[in-house]
């Protein structure tokens, strides 16, 4: 049976997901979840999820929600398919992808999730940005990005000479966060900068970056 994969293409969760099928070279189905309608937050949905979320993936008889841990199975499940995203034959490459997809997670996601969402989604909602809540989050990103730029002096990408999971995690939000006032940050860290350059022209994330539409101010 097909995966199905639930959300939309200008979510920054989704488009995290949509861009391990596309690194995998899967087949799937992306089934729309009408968020203005709030369908998210029906019983039909909550049973999927129900923190009332995109996305979602099914395969068959599992449901799986959370775009990390969808990731992480697909990159476990189709391991011999495409690049190996979590360096299954080395168990130090493994673990420092580990490390780095809690940097991700813990570090750069809470500083950059704030900025994008207060310039993006807030307008969108018909409220205010705050430009206290943006400026100190670009302080934080800011530190984070010079570990990144310490740490992308010495390896091609975050976890190694090697593209990972890691580094797809950092994707979708980083893409919309260049399209703010303030993609100086990477854009004046060379070796963060080389590095944005060569993970976003990818091909798996260029054909998902098509649907990410929302950033177009
Ligand atoms: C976050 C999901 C999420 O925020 C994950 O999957 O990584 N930690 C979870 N989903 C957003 C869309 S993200 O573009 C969402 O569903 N928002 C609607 C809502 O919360 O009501």
């Known amino acids: ?29 992306l089934v729309p979840v009408n968020l203005f309608a709030g369908e998210h937050k029906q019983p039909p949905f909550l049973a999927k999820n129900p923190f ?9 008889d599992l449901t799986l929600f959370e775009s990390r841990a969808i990731t992480a ?14 360096r299954h034959n080395d168990l130090k490459e493994a673990a420092l992808v580990k ?9 750069y996601h809470p500083a950059i999730y704030q ?26 990103l800011g530190k984070v990005l010079d ?4 740490r992308l002096g010495t390896t091609k990408c975050l976890a190694g000479d090697f593209y990972s999971l890691a580094d797809l995690h950092h994707l979708s939000y980083t893409y919309y966060f260049m399209k703010t006032p303030w993609a100086s940050l990477i854009n004046s ?7 944005w350059d060569d993970i976003s022209s990818r091909p798996a994330f260029k054909k998902v970056a098509e649907g990410m539409t929302f950033g177009e101010k």
């Open 147 to 150: 570990v990144y730029e310490a």
């Open 99 to 107: 490390v780095w997809l809690e940097v991700e997670s813990q570090q």
């Open 52 to 60: 009332g979320q995109i996305p979602v993936l099914e395969d068959g």
């Open 1 to 29: 049976m097909a995966l199905k994969l639930h959300g939309i293409p200008m979510s920054t969760c989704t488009t995290r997901v949509l861009t391990c099928l596309h690194e995998k070279g899967l087949d799937f189905e």
């Open 189 to 195: 860290r060379p070796n963060v900068k080389a590095w």
């Open 73 to 86: 199975y697909l990159a476990e499940k189709y391991k011999e398919t495409g690049c190996d995203l979590l």
């Open 115 to 140: 900025i994008v969402y207060q310039f993006f989604v807030l307008p969108l909602q018909g409220k205010t940005a705050d430009q206290a809540i943006i400026d100190v989050n670009l302080e934080k």
